[in-house]
């Protein structure tokens, strides 16, 4: 999982390097997916349930699973860019918001609330603690700013599959939260706020895969591949 860390890690430093208004989200993918192969790794997320592309490329008002295309980056976009890579048969999964030229005030300061709120969920981590201990270090780390948390979608734990137990809620919920389950040293977690400008509702577009905002305003989004040890975490998903 170290390894197959380091590939998404390399990927996202390039792809944050090259990005740039009149780039298409095609262009993106084909660069990444073949920094993964060329390095030995697989591209976890291409075919997964009929997933068409090696890397997600979500922008604006999208906050996940945008499917990469001719669309061509602009001045001012939010490119959210989530990758997967297997590497002798373990999965490692982060993703992160990239400012494409100047971006908006709001803009700037959304990405820098999720970022923190990443933060704020990874130092949660250790042996002993509960899952909710993350949910909540990212609710509060978010809501502070007055934005708010997607709720349809989460973190999860991640290893041989892509997506396993436990899930990863950004938002601690009542009797869920009390009851979530303990993290055992030796676990890996992928934790990913989903921050959005307006409403924490989403929708689902016709391609079948890209979610977007209801309200269709600004999203951003960042994850790590995160090892629960002992004495804190371990972040995999670095280059």
């Keep these: ?41 697989e591209a976890a997320f291409n075919g997964y349930r009929g997933f068409p592309a090696d890397v997600c490329t979500s922008i604006n008002e999208e906050v996940v699973h945008g499917i990469p295309g001719p669309r061509k980056l602009r001045e001012g976009d939010l490119l959210k ?7 002798e048969g373990y999965h490692a999964d982060a993703a992160v918001t990239i400012p494409v030229g100047d971006v908006t005030e709001e803009g700037r300061f959304l990405v820098r609330a999720t970022r923190m709120a990443l933060e704020a969920g990874v130092r949660a981590v250790r042996a002993g603690a509960r899952v909710s201990d993350i949910s909540t270090a990212v609710q ?51 934790i990913e706020p ?14 079948g895969w890209t979610v977007v905002t209801r309200d269709r305003k600004l999203s951003a989004h960042f994850e790590h591949t995160v090892a629960v040890e002992q004495e804190g975490p371990v972040i995999l998903t670095v280059p």
């Design 140 to 190: 509060q780390a978010a809501e502070k700013h007055g934005f708010s948390l997607v709720r349809e979608y989460t973190g999860h734990g991640i290893g041989r599959a892509l997506h396993e137990e436990p899930q990863v809620p950004n938002v601690a919920r009542g009797r869920l939260a009390r009851n979530s389950p303990v993290l055992p040293a030796g676990a890996a977690l992928a």
């Design 1 to 41: 999982m170290r390894q197959a860390g380091r590939i998404v890690g390399e990927v996202l430093r390039l792809l944050a390097d090259i990005a740039e208004p009149g780039m298409t989200t095609g262009q993106l993918n084909r660069t990444a997916g073949e920094h993964i192969r060329r390095r030995g790794g």
């Design 194 to 207: 989903m921050v959005n400008v307006g409403t924490y509702k989403t929708e689902v577009l016709e391609d």
């Design 81 to 87: 860019v989530d990758v997967g890579v297997i590497w």
